[in-house]
């Protein structure tokens, strides 16, 4: 009860609002930006964009909007203000593909150097190969991964799995890009779907021609 009036002494604007999600909804309109909210976000706010996932969460002992990005595996927070206007400004230029350095000019709250960094040095895709392969849990798919990542234009791809096959993505920060997934049957043969194609169906690949045709699949518009 005590901590319940606390934070509402914290967030009045929120609790008025009826929760985070509906509180930033009002403060966007207000300042005729776009978050990408949905309608369906209450208290839990996490928002698709093309680098990542974006993250509010509020703090409990000041009033602080923690903002974070991510990707499965890795989290970064990238800043915390306790102004919600101009939380939901930096969400919706975010969303907008503004240069991050001029993001983090605009905005004195973001701090992005240990997420420009990890970028720089080709992570979060080589810590994720690093990892897979060095997981026992994985180890059914490990020929599969170190066959995969031996191959110069498939090791800058993030691999995840996903019900026991490889999932390759092209861009880790943007779940929509292009995606595909591998199984391996046995050491002659895979099978190989392509991610949010309509009407995408499993395909038996010969392992001759697997490494064709994944950079193929992964390079079709």
């Avoid at 991510?70 to 919706?92: C, Y």
């Avoid at 490990?142 to 999932?167: G, K, Q």
């Avoid at 050491?187 to 021609?209: C, I, K, Q």
Wanted: proline share 5%; hydrophobic share 45%; with cysteine.
């Amino acid at each position: 009860m005590n901590m319940d009036a606390h934070r509402k002494d914290l967030y009045p604007d929120v609790t008025a609002s009826g929760g985070l999600g509906p509180a930033m909804r009002g403060a966007a309109q207000l300042r005729g930006c776009d978050t990408g909210l949905g309608p369906w976000a209450v208290d839990v706010v996490s928002i698709q964009t093309a680098r990542g996932f974006l993250s509010v969460d509020p703090a409990t002992e000041q009033r602080l909007f923690r903002l974070s990005v991510g990707i499965p595996g890795f989290d970064w927070e990238i800043g915390s203000t306790g102004d919600l206007g101009l939380l939901v400004e930096a969400v919706a230029v975010w969303r907008e593909g503004i240069p991050l350095d001029e993001l983090e000019e605009r905005f004195e709250f973001m701090e992005l150097d240990e997420f420009v960094g990890a970028l720089e040095r080709g992570e979060p895709a080589s810590s994720q190969w690093a990892e897979l392969l060095s997981s026992d849990f994985n180890r059914r798919q490990w020929n599969l991964l170190r066959r995969l990542r031996a191959d110069e234009v498939l090791r800058d791809m993030f691999p995840t799995i996903s019900h026991c096959a490889v999932r390759l993505c092209v861009d880790a920060m943007d779940g929509r890009s292009r995606q595909v997934l591998v199984d391996e049957v046995n050491g002659e043969l895979y099978e190989v779907m392509r991610v949010g194609v309509p009407g995408a169906s499993w395909v038996e690949v010969p392992a001759g021609d697997l490494i064709a045709y994944l950079r193929a699949a992964l390079n079709e518009e």
